[in-house]
């Protein structure tokens, strides 16, 4: 069963930081493409960040580029998020999801992922 377990959220300030780390089972996190999505409270997912199997290939949401960073570390199994500057609209539940793919182009929409995590909850204090 795949599973990937995000950590990492909690309450910061606004101007404060956080990393969230997800890491995923099995033996193919090399062919996977992965990404981190939001949801607000009566709102539709949306995706954040995002970046390619090779790790060669980022892509930002306009909202927070500038801010956040996302990154992997084959060798763990893992992706982050970091999360500097951050600002009451980055409020939401974080999930992190996966793609079997080996495409460079990074991929934003929620359908085109294959499995998710339980989400970690980030609320940012003005």
């Known amino acids: 069963q795949v599973q990937l377990l995000e950590s990492g959220g909690g309450f910061v300030q606004a101007g404060g930081s956080l990393r969230l780390s997800c890491t995923s089972s099995?033996?193919?996190?090399?062919?996977?493409?992965m990404a981190w999505f939001r949801q607000a409270p009566g709102k539709e997912r949306e995706f954040v960040a995002g970046?390619?199997?090779?790790?060669?290939?980022?892509k930002y949401a306009d909202s927070v580029k500038g801010r956040f960073t996302i990154s992997r570390d084959n060798a763990k199994n893992s992706v982050y998020l970091q999360m500097n500057s951050l600002k009451p609209d980055d409020t939401a539940v974080y999930y992190c999801a996966r793609k079997m793919t080996l495409d460079q182009e990074v991929q934003t929409r929620p359908a085109r992922f294959q499995h998710w995590g339980q989400g970690t909850q980030v609320t940012v204090s003005s």
């Open positions: 970046i390619t199997a090779s790790g060669r290939h980022s």
């Open positions: 099995g033996r193919a996190f090399t062919s996977l493409q």
